[in-house]
């Protein structure tokens, strides 16, 4: 479980959330880790000085944010539970759900990090990794000719971006190089981003990866980077006109923006 932050007013918070967070300092505190089974409700009764209904409800709060989970029958109780990946993504990704996220701030992103990505891997990916990924840019070896394939392609290229970041040993940067992934596939799909083929993002795209990973087998660190850097800003500025265009397409006769 990771440490208990609260960025809410703790006054603000009611006395059910008020017992969540003092629970999860509680189990920081101790050492306590995923599979481990907090004590049983009277002793949190006792602990926490706080009526059934409340340690009751702040329980019910700690499994929603899926830390904690509950097993009944023999051996059963209240176990501390690790968030899965899936989990997470899907709980920040409704955070964003009316956010309403355009192409220049993902990209924004997506050229800090992946760069970075890309030069602390030169040279560390074994050969079963780095072929891993060349099967992926098989999915895409040739052109669409279809808004369908076009939409295929443009999720598997996004899963190379997403295989590599897991090949990554930092956690966090592994994590949110994955979320942001998600989310522009997310976008591309919800708003039609591959209705319209388009034959150089393709091309460019494949080229890009293709070097890259060429960079990355040599173990070029310098080389990988600028590779990653310079497809991101090929990549963003090809979206941003895909967006703009398909926009324009959409727009009835005779609007004026």
Not at 8 to 35: D, F, H, T
Not at 88 to 111: E, M, W
């Amino acid at each position: 479980m990771p440490p208990a932050t609260t960025r809410a007013n703790p006054e603000r918070l009611s006395r059910p959330q008020q017992v969540a967070e003092a629970i999860k300092s509680w189990v920081v505190a101790r050492g306590w880790g995923p599979g481990d089974r907090l004590p049983s409700e009277a002793e949190l009764i006792d602990r926490f000085a706080m009526a059934k209904g409340t340690i009751r409800e702040a329980i019910r709060i700690l499994e929603a944010q899926g830390l904690v989970k509950s097993r009944t029958g023999p051996g059963g109780g209240v176990f501390v539970h690790r968030v899965s990946e899936e989990r997470a993504t899907a709980l920040l990704g409704n955070y964003f759900y009316f956010q309403h996220l355009t192409i220049d701030d993902v990209y924004q992103i997506r050229a800090a990090l992946e760069p970075e990505l890309a030069a602390s891997l030169a040279g560390e990916l074994s050969d079963p990794q780095l072929r891993a990924l060349e099967d992926v840019m098989t999915c895409y070896s040739e052109p669409a000719t279809t808004p369908e394939e076009e939409r295929a392609q443009h999720i598997a290229s996004l899963r190379f971006h997403a295989m590599l970041a897991e090949m990554s040993g930092n956690p966090l940067l592994r994590f949110l190089i994955r979320f942001i992934a998600n989310m522009l596939a997310d976008i591309t799909v919800s708003r039609k981003l591959y209705a319209q083929p388009n034959r150089e993002l393709w091309s460019t795209g494949l080229d890009y990866q293709s070097r890259l990973v060429a960079a990355l087998r040599k173990g070029d660190k310098d080389g990988a980077r600028r590779i990653l850097a310079e497809h991101m800003h090929n990549a963003h500025r090809l979206m941003r006109a895909q967006e703009t265009v398909l926009t324009q397409r959409f727009l009835p006769e005779g609007k004026i923006i």
